[in-house]
């Protein structure tokens, strides 16, 4: 846990949009250094520039989290400028839908590579760095979150390949904070699971590298965007106050981090199927007038 942010550094990938975006503005409120790591260069230039304005010292730098090299050689940029991180938010995400067997051997590797492997880079590289700091510091206090879903507790139809990665991401965040448990009490983990608020996510193809860009999209995956751009334009909490939620963990040593905590219900309908050996519920069975509509726009 963390009690007191000035003058401590937060590592955040993803940093141009989002919840990356609003950690940042937190931070430099806070009296932050702020290393930021996106993959748009457009867009990271002026969150660097913004958070300069406030007043922050920043790194910047362009990142492809699903390149080991590339996080290796943030680990040793972050070390040089500012020494050990204290905030770790392994933060950059990528959204990818339609029915699983429709997905390509590109969409795997581009949203496995970013999701899952961008998270266990991050850990990876971070965590080696804070506890040889806590071991040099007996106030030292540190603090790694991990971006993960709701999609990560449940398992949404035609949007498998995310949900796939998702739930890796809980599975691996789980582990961190049990693993640190056994060797230190200086860093506390979270896992971040948001329901639909308004971000970049679903608009993450713009970011897909050269040459992974589907031919045409079938008619699932051009539904489930469809369907995602809704639901996500719509969310009633935004990307905000989803950042301040995440510093109030980490100040609280809080592990499951929910922007939509009444949505646990349907978590705990799937954890029923599962303990009863029961058929997964229909995810629909609140709204099924969403599940008619999603079978005709299939059949179509």
Not at 19 to 47: P, Y
């Amino acid at each position: 846990m963390i009690t007191d942010f000035k003058g401590k550094t937060a590592v955040l990938t993803g940093a141009a949009s989002g919840f990356g975006l609003e950690c940042a503005r937190i931070g430099a409120k806070l009296g932050m250094n702020l290393v930021l790591a996106d993959v748009q260069q457009d867009a990271l230039d002026k969150a660097a520039a913004e958070m300069r304005a406030a007043g922050a010292q920043v790194l910047a730098l362009r990142v492809d989290v699903s390149k080991a090299a590339e996080m290796e050689a943030l680990g040793r940029a972050v070390q040089q400028r500012f020494g050990a991180p204290h905030f770790v938010f392994n933060n950059a995400g990528v959204g990818s839908g339609g029915l699983i067997w429709e997905n390509t051997a590109q969409d795997w590797e581009w949203v496995i590579g970013v999701n899952l492997m961008g998270v266990a880079h991050g850990i990876r590289v971070f965590t080696p760095m804070m506890l040889e700091a806590a071991a040099r510091d007996p106030g030292y206090q540190g603090h790694i979150v991990n971006t993960a879903s709701m999609a990560g507790l449940l398992n949404a139809p035609n949007m498998g390949i995310y949900g796939a990665s998702k739930h890796a991401v809980v599975s691996m965040s789980e582990t961190l904070y049990q693993d640190l448990s056994l060797v230190t009490t200086q860093i506390g983990a979270s896992v971040l699971c948001p329901f639909f608020v308004p971000t970049g996510i679903t608009q993450s193809h713009r970011n897909r590298p050269a040459g992974a860009t589907p031919v045409q999209p079938t008619r699932s995956q051009l539904i489930s965007q469809a369907m995602s751009d809704k639901a996500v334009g719509s969310g009633k909490v935004s990307a905000a106050e989803v950042a301040q939620k995440v510093f109030d963990a980490i100040a609280a040593n809080q592990f499951y981090i929910y922007s939509h905590p009444k949505a646990i219900a349907t978590v705990q309908t799937r954890l029923e199927d599962i303990m009863l050996a029961r058929n997964p519920t229909d995810p629909f069975a609140h709204k099924p007038e969403l599940g008619v509509e999603l079978r005709r726009a299939l059949k179509a």
